[in-house]
C-alpha cells in the first residue's frame, strides 16, 4: 500500500529536543521530505533527504534515514513555541507523487 | 508568502453545486498538483499537470476536473457537491518533476452546506 505512517501526537516542554518518528513505504522513493504546517497555513518544505544519505542536519533539524527498516526521523533541537506544528513525512512514488503521512502534532509546552 | 496563488481563501456553498478553485503556481514551475486536506483522509493527492497536459491521476472523484491553462494557472472544478466535499483543497508547484519538493499554496476551504 501507500501509507506512510506516522505517531499522531507529541508534547515537548521548551527547549528540549523533539523527535518524530515516520516509516514509509516505497525502497525506491529517491526523496523523503518533512513538511510544517501551522495553523490556517499551506505546508512548508523543512527539509529533504536524498535516499542515498543517513543524515542531514540543517540548523536545528536533523534528519535520519534507515533504508533497510524504512524509517524516516526529524529531530528538532531548542524546540521553541514557534514549532508548534503539524509535521508530515512524505515520500516520492513513482517519481512525481508525494504521499504524506497523517501528520504529527507537536505542541511545545512552557 | 510562498510563491503559489490560490483564490479564493474560503468558500461556502450549497450541495449540489459546482465552485472552481483557482491556482497560480511559482513563477518559472511547470507542474502544478492539486491535493485534497480532510480530517478522516488527510493529505490525499488528486491530479497533476505538467505543461498544459495532465501528467497523472489519484483519488480524484468523477465529480471533479481540472486543467492548466498555456499561462500555467490551473483551475479545479468541483461539481455536483456534496457535504463530504468539505475539506481544504491546495494546490502546490514545482520546476519539473518534485525532486526538490513542492511549493504549496495557503489553500481554499470549501464548506458544503
Known amino acids: 500500500g501507500e501509507d506512510v505512517e506516522q505517531s499522531l501526537f507529541l508534547s515537548v516542554r521548551e527547549g528540549d529536543s523533539s523527535v518524530i518518528n515516520c516509516t514509509y513505504t516505497?525502497?525506491?522513493?529517491?526523496?523523503l521530505y518533512w513538511y510544517k504546517q501551522e495553523p490556517g497555513a499551506g505546508l512548508q518544505l523543512l527539509t529533504y533527504?536524498?535516499?542515498?544519505?543517513d543524515m542531514k542536519q540543517d540548523q536545528r533539524l536533523t534528519v535520519l534515514l534507515n533504508k533497510k527498516d524504512k524509517h524516516l526521523s526529524l529531530r528538532i533541537a531548542d524546540t521553541q513555541t514557534g514549532d508548534s506544528a503539524i509535521y508530515f513525512c512524505a515520500e516520492i512514488i513513482n517519481d512525481y507523487k508525494l504521499s504524506f503521512g497523517a501528520g504529527t502534532t507537536v505542541t511545545v509546552r512552557a | 508568502d510562498s510563491g503559489v496563488t490560490q483564490t479564493p481563501k474560503h468558500l461556502i456553498t450549497a450541495t449540489g453545486q459546482r465552485v472552481t478553485l483557482r491556482c497560480s503556481p511559482r513563477?518559472?514551475?511547470?507542474?502544478v498538483y492539486w491535493y485534497q486536506q480532510s480530517l478522516d483522509q488527510g493529505l490525499q493527492f488528486l491530479i497533476q499537470?505538467?505543461?498544459?497536459?495532465?501528467?497523472a491521476k489519484g483519488n480524484i472523484l468523477e465529480r471533479f476536473s481540472a486543467q492548466q491553462f498555456p499561462d500555467l494557472h490551473s483551475e479545479l472544478n468541483l461539481s455536483s457537491l456534496e457535504l463530504g466535499d468539505s475539506a481544504l483543497y491546495f494546490c502546490?508547484?514545482?520546476?519539473?518533476?518534485?525532486?526538490?519538493?513542492?511549493?504549496f499554496g495557503s489553500g481554499t476551504r470549501l464548506t458544503v452546506v
Open positions: 533527504i536524498f535516499s542515498n544519505m
Open positions: 502546490a508547484s514545482s520546476v519539473g518533476q518534485s525532486a526538490y519538493g513542492y511549493t
Open positions: 513563477s518559472g514551475d511547470l507542474s
Open positions: 499537470y505538467y505543461n498544459g497536459e495532465e501528467r
Open positions: 516505497d525502497s525506491s522513493s529517491t526523496y
